[in-house]
């Protein structure tokens, strides 16, 4: 039988079932709220067998074929990132967790900054050190050995929720962080509207994903494992966009129900139909719907920004102090 976890931030075991989500294969995960703390999480916990055959098999970013369209938004949120970065620092040191095939280290070394990167998969370690010539490690957080007091900036993006254990790992990284030092956090945000609106179907939950942080709780870990949180915010995702669309799950029902009536095939073609023929002026139509993006979302955004009901947390973090041993 697997067993029941207990809460990474309070260390209680008891808790209220939230939702119960079935996922590649009919595989049902099971998704709890710590009744002392507020954490959401996810138990029983796959084994590691299982976890290392689905992130062998499944996770698309450690796939060779990898698409560019996949690419291209990481290196758009790379440079974006990087840009929030220098508003903190000019240069210095940076390890990026998570780092994937290297796209924020590489921004980060063509602007001088002495960079490091953790990656627990080979195949996006390999990419990262054999093609874009990185210092990167194969590992986890565990598992890697960085002089204390090391770093400027430590950044850990859409990786806290895969964490096996996020209070471990954030104590080791308050060791390795310079005094003034800055801790960059994103994640899926549970507090966002889009969790609100469609619960037990929100896009956040995700085979591969154990912990779900609200602010409230990624404040609280932050707090216990010696880091104090400077700014938060999240993101705005437009919400009336394809986007958006996908992320309140009214894309994949539309298409489904299309599907059903044999309709979605003749649909997608006459999209591809149109789309060839605004080919030629496709710069300029692109610019014109993203325009109108800008506009139609703009008073959505405004709120959901200013109540922090985005659907991407993002944190930044100073050392506050110490953990002791
Ligand atoms: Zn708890």
Redo the contacts with the bound molecule.
């Keep these: 039988m697997p067993e029941k976890v207990?809460?990474?931030?309070?260390?209680?075991n008891n808790?209220q079932l939230l939702h119960i989500r079935y996922f590649d294969d009919k595989i049902p995960i099971t998704i709890v709220k710590?009744?002392?703390?507020?954490?959401i999480y996810t138990s029983p916990k796959l084994t590691k067998q299982e976890m290392e055959k689905l992130y062998k098999e499944n996770y698309y970013y450690f796939r060779s074929n990898y698409t560019s369209t996949y690419e291209n938004r990481d290196i758009t949120k790379a440079q974006e990132i990087f840009n929030r970065i220098q508003k903190f620092k000019k240069k210095g040191s940076i390890l990026d967790i998570g780092c994937g095939k290297g796209w924020l280290l590489r921004i980060a070394q063509e602007n001088n900054w002495k960079t490091y990167g953790l990656e627990v998969s080979r195949y996006a370690s390999n990419y990262a050190r054999k093609k874009l010539g990185l210092n990167v490690l194969t590992g986890t957080i565990a598992e890697a050995n960085f002089p204390s007091q090391y770093f400027d900036i430590i950044t850990m993006l859409d990786v806290i929720e895969h964490l096996e254990n996020p209070l471990n790992d954030l104590m080791k990284l308050n060791k390795i962080l310079k005094k003034d030092g800055l801790l960059i956090i994103e994640t899926p945000h549970i507090g966002s509207i889009y969790y609100k609106i469609t619960r037990k179907y929100w896009v956040g939950f995700n085979i591969f994903h154990n912990y779900y942080f609200s602010l409230t709780t990624m404040k609280k870990i932050l707090e216990k494992t010696g880091f104090k949180v400077i700014k938060a915010v999240t993101r705005p995702v437009n919400f009336f966009s394809t986007e958006g669309l996908w992320r309140l799950g009214i894309q994949d029902f539309i298409l489904q129900t299309l599907d059903k009536f044999g309709k979605a095939k003749k649909i997608k073609e006459s999209v591809k139909a149109v789309k060839s023929k605004v080919e030629i002026s496709r710069s300029k139509f692109l610019l014109v719907v993203n325009r109108l993006n800008v506009l139609l979302n703009f008073p959505t955004n405004c709120l959901f920004a200013k109540f922090n009901m985005g659907d991407q947390l993002l944190i930044y973090a100073k050392r506050e102090e110490a953990v002791e041993e």
């Design positions: 207990s809460c990474n931030l309070c260390g209680l808790y710590c009744d002392n703390c507020g954490l």
